[in-house]
């Protein structure tokens, strides 16, 4: 995919890569509990770049938020592969990182940290020229962009509905919540908590890969996808585990729902493999695992041509906040963006001012960049604590 064409000089030489791990511990009593396990903490591993003019911006590997102590290793191991080196548009980083590293970082959290570098370039060229990042990503698509609530973790079928309710009077208009560890309990809290939104207010039921680290079979992710299907859900959410592309075929050729998936899919490899096997009416690329803005572009391109639609997972501190953000409002066919409502200090403190967040709808930034900003005080406030993060039990 060529650069946008614009006026601004997108040319960079990258002098230096930091890596960045930050936490952000909830105190004792306050942990976010799900059938998942305990959230402990809000972990974030950030990627800053220097340019040749000193200019500084900032990228972040999603997968950092389980898995931060991996990353630092691989930006030191990328670091020789891109400083010094003269590129012409910053989203010529990722494929140029990866045409170098072919050999050992083939998707993954490795090519996560490739994204970040990338976004990181594009937040700093964005920067330095006083525009948007959106501005370098192809050029504002929309003023503004549907959201919808996510998060919906509690233990109990009370907690979820209080959840719920609370998303509701913030606004949205779609709220997404997650299954239970069994399919049975899964179908009881949909007959517990559909029923009681509001006329009008749409749900996703999220079955965390059906379910997480102990998968249920094809058989009852159909199952539980039939009643999803019965309450009208606008969508029906990673039924299976990511790497399962036949039964995310299967399921979707079984079910009057539309079936959604894989956010951490690490490639648009395996997004074209999803797509050509049809197993997803929604694609869910997310800019922090994928490789950057323009392989998220690359999978949103791939969707349009499968006549699918793209909404992106948007789960981590307010650089992957900002990254998405500035990456769909770039692109003519994503026209709605995840918005966590769970508590996430690092997402609130890295950006420069709050979202433009109204009624259900986000308005596109102006800042110059990303709209993100990393300091020393920052830093020492939420020092990396390893152990925490979003562990799946």
Not at 34 to 40: L, M, P, Q
Not at 101 to 107: E, I, M, P, Q
Not at 210 to 225: H, L, N, Y
Not at 360 to 366: D, E, F, N, R, S
Request: with cysteine; hydrophobic share 45%.
């Amino acid at each position: 995919m060529p650069a946008p064409a614009t006026t601004t000089d997108t040319t960079l030489v990258v002098t230096a890569l930091r890596p960045v791990l930050l936490s952000a511990r909830y105190a004792p009593g306050e942990e976010l509990t799900w059938v998942g396990g305990t959230i402990r903490s809000w972990d974030a591993a950030l990627v800053e770049v220097t340019l040749s003019d000193g200019t500084t911006g900032l990228g972040e590997a999603g997968a950092g938020i389980m898995a931060a102590s991996a990353v630092p290793g691989i930006v030191d191991s990328f670091a020789r592969y891109l400083v010094g080196e003269p590129l012409g548009h910053p989203l010529e980083v990722g494929d140029h990182l990866r045409a170098y590293t072919a050999f050992w970082s083939r998707g993954g959290i490795l090519n996560g940290v490739a994204g970040a570098i990338e976004t990181a370039c594009v937040d700093a060229v964005a920067k330095r020229a006083g525009v948007p990042a959106y501005e370098l990503l192809g050029g504002l698509q929309r003023p503004s962009i549907e959201t919808y609530a996510s998060g919906g973790l509690g233990t109990t079928f009370d907690e979820i509905a209080d959840w719920m309710f609370a998303q509701v009077k913030a606004g949205f208009g779609t709220v997404k919540f997650r299954a239970m560890r069994d399919p049975d309990t899964t179908i009881r809290l949909l007959d517990s908590v559909v029923p009681k939104l509001p006329d009008g207010i749409r749900f996703v039921l999220d079955a965390v890969q059906g379910c997480a680290s102990a998968p249920w079979s094809e058989e009852d992710a159909i199952r539980v996808g039939r009643e999803v299907a019965h309450f009208g859900a606008r969508w029906y959410e990673e039924p299976c585990q990511a790497d399962n592309v036949s039964g995310y075929a299967r399921v979707r050729a079984a079910l009057d729902v539309p079936v959604s998936g894989v956010e951490s899919n690490g490639t648009v490899r395996e997004f074209a493999e999803l797509i050509a096997a049809g197993g997803v009416d929604v694609a869910q690329p997310d800019v922090t695992f994928v490789g950057g803005p323009r392989a998220f572009s690359e999978v949103s391109a791939l969707a349009t041509d499968a006549g699918i639609a793209v909404v992106p997972h948007v789960w981590g501190s307010g650089v992957t906040f900002s990254a998405n953000l500035h990456t769909v409002l770039a692109q003519p066919n994503v026209e709605l963006f995840e918005y966590c409502t769970l508590p996430n200090p690092l997402r609130d403190a890295l950006l420069v001012e709050p979202p433009a967040f109204a009624g259900g709808v986000l308005t596109a930034p102006t800042q110059p960049g990303l709209g993100v900003e990393l300091t020393p005080e920052l830093e020492a406030a939420f020092p990396f604590v390893a152990g925490g993060g979003h562990v799946i039990r």
